[in-house]
């Protein structure tokens, strides 16, 4: 099994900036995958951004490039998101999410999420 636990959340003014926090912990070998997703009130559960352990494409969501920014600690099995120029339409419950067998970032490819941490952006 692998153990994920997010941090971080909270309530920021819109342009403001946060960082989430994702410690990865248990079966991390058999990781090769980092997402993060996101769920707003009455919407679907949707990508942010994914960064492989090794070799792959970092990639982020329309609708959060430019602003946020996924990054790596590989020693202390960490993950990170960047979010930067905050706006209330960001706001949503963030999931860390992990993948055996990645092929494509899509919450059916990820196999351990995380209790999910809130974000709310104020206007």
């Known amino acids: 099994q692998v153990q994920l636990v997010e941090s971080g959340g909270g309530l920021v003014q819109a342009g403001g900036s946060l960082r989430l926090s994702c410690a990865a912990s248990?079966?991390?070998?058999?990781?090769?995958?980092m997402g993060w997703f996101r769920q707003a009130p009455g919407k679907e559960r949707e990508f942010v951004a994914g960064?492989?352990?090794?070799?792959?494409?970092?990639r982020y969501a329309d609708s959060v490039k430019g602003r946020f920014t996924i990054s790596k600690d590989n020693a202390k099995n960490m993950v990170y998101l960047q979010m930067n120029s905050l706006k209330p339409e960001d706001t949503a419950v963030y999931y860390c999410?992990?993948?055996?067998?990645?092929?494509?970032?899509?919450?059916?490819?990820?196999?351990?999420w995380g209790q999910g941490t809130q974000v709310t952006v104020s206007s």
């Open positions: 999410a992990a993948s055996n067998t990645y092929y494509t970032d899509g919450a059916s490819w990820y196999d351990y």
């Open positions: 248990g079966r991390t070998a058999s990781s090769r995958r």
């Open positions: 960064i492989s352990w090794g070799i792959g494409p970092t």
